[in-house]
């Protein structure tokens, strides 16, 4: 029988405990096994190499990527950079320009000096991709939507490309969760997660995933993996497993109140630019609305100023002022010098982060309650 999502969330790899029959089986904390005989053992020798609560993670979320593999990481950084550890001195890896600061910053200042080169484009135009392709090209590295702006990227489009010129494609998951978007479905080789956000989707872990059909990739990564250490705790892994159960609901909420709040701000004068994914004047909507299920949590705007948008922040009283995303209390940011403090003025300028942008995580709270803060706080 082949379930349906909010199915799998809870059922796969959540099997009872086979000795004692508990719904919610044991965590694992033993970081080593006994084992048969020399050469023969249960699955499992040493935590860093596997562990039955890490594994159990793995096929739950993996099952919702569509993917045949999964697996964890101790953040959604971790899992980036040791997906970089694949490339040889001398390849080149095209980038989407407005990723994560954290993967800007680890591109740009820590693999460069390895002799690995990247390329930052606007890959909300696929030809941008196909025009930046050189021969020592090996990977394309993309977010959709993206953060501060939520710019979409045709995914199916880009794959193709990806597949001509035989580019690893990988695509950071994070904004939409499984549950908006499947990139794997659009022909996207390997997604990536920071679970930190909306999987655990309660603030209170950090961690990371990857999921593909690749089993050589697979392979690859769980070497590099496993020599690295970059693995998340078997704590952490239950907390993970307890929040995706209840994914599909969360980010059907996240979404309906982030297009509420999308809409209202639009209607507000002073306002010079909303983004958010599924609103008319987002100039990829019609792509947005093929390839995710709903618009997802985040939306930014334009306040007239980097003042108003001080005073703004400071007034929210929901809302509180934080970086990340994805949890279910709302959050609001400032880009500029917040999440994005590690990008150089020129270049956010060149990116259209301008100086009085707001972002914010819309949460679970009562959308009225939502709306009212937002009002009170841009009263003067
Ligand atoms: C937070 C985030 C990351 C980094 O993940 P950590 O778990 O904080 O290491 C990567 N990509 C996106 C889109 C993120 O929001």
């Not at 593999?69 to 320009?97: E, M, P, R, W």
């Not at 090209?137 to 979409?152: A, D, R």
């Not at 990116?351 to 009212?372: Q, T, Y």
Request: proline share 4%.
């Amino acid at each position: 029988m082949e379930f349906k999502f909010e199915t799998k969330a809870i059922h796969n790899g959540q099997n009872p405990d086979p000795e004692t029959g508990a719904v919610i089986p044991p965590i694992h904390l033993a970081s080593t096994f006994k084992q048969v005989s020399v050469g023969e053992h249960q699955g499992f020798e040493y935590s860093r190499t596997g562990n039955p609560t890490r594994q159990r993670l793995e096929e739950q979320v993996s099952s919702l990527e569509n993917a045949k593999y999964g697996i964890a990481f101790a953040s959604g950084s971790a899992a980036t950079a040791t997906i970089q550890l694949l490339l040889n001195k001398g390849d080149h890896v095209i980038c989407g320009d407005d990723v994560y600061g954290g993967t800007y910053r680890f591109f740009d200042k820590v693999m460069k000096k390895f002799g690995v080169s990247y390329d930052f484009v606007d890959l909300a135009d696929p030809e941008n991709l196909r025009a930046t392709i050189k021969e020592n090209t090996k990977m394309v590295w993309l977010e959709t939507p993206t953060n501060p702006l939520l710019k979409i990227s045709d995914l199916s489009a880009l794959a193709e490309i990806s597949k001509e010129h035989d580019l690893i494609s990988i695509v950071d998951n994070t904004f939409a969760s499984p549950f908006l978007q499947n990139p794997i479905d659009q022909g996207i080789d390997v997604v990536v997660h920071s679970s930190t956000k909306y999987l655990g989707g309660h603030s209170d872990l950090v961690g990371g995933i990857v999921a593909t059909n690749d089993e050589e990739f697979t392979e690859k990564l769980k070497f590099l993996q496993n020599s690295a250490g970059a693995i998340p705790s078997p704590f952490d892994c239950w907390l993970l497993m307890r929040g995706i159960k209840t994914l599909a609901l969360r980010m059907t909420q996240h979404s309906k109140s982030a297009a509420n709040i999308a809409e209202y701000l639009s209607e507000q004068q002073f306002i010079e630019n909303v983004y958010y994914p599924f609103i008319d004047s987002h100039p990829n909507s019609d792509i947005a609305k093929q390839q995710m299920r709903y618009g997802g949590g985040i939306l930014s705007f334009d306040l007239p100023s980097a003042g108003s948008a001080h005073a703004f922040l400071k007034k929210l009283k929901i809302f509180y002022l934080a970086e990340s995303l994805g949890g279910v209390e709302s959050l609001a940011e400032y880009p500029p010098t917040m999440t994005h403090g590690s990008i150089e003025k020129d270049r956010r300028q060149v990116l259209g982060i301008n100086d009085g942008l707001v972002r914010l995580s819309v949460g679970l709270e009562n959308v009225d309650d939502l709306i009212e803060d937002i009002t009170q706080a841009m009263k003067h």
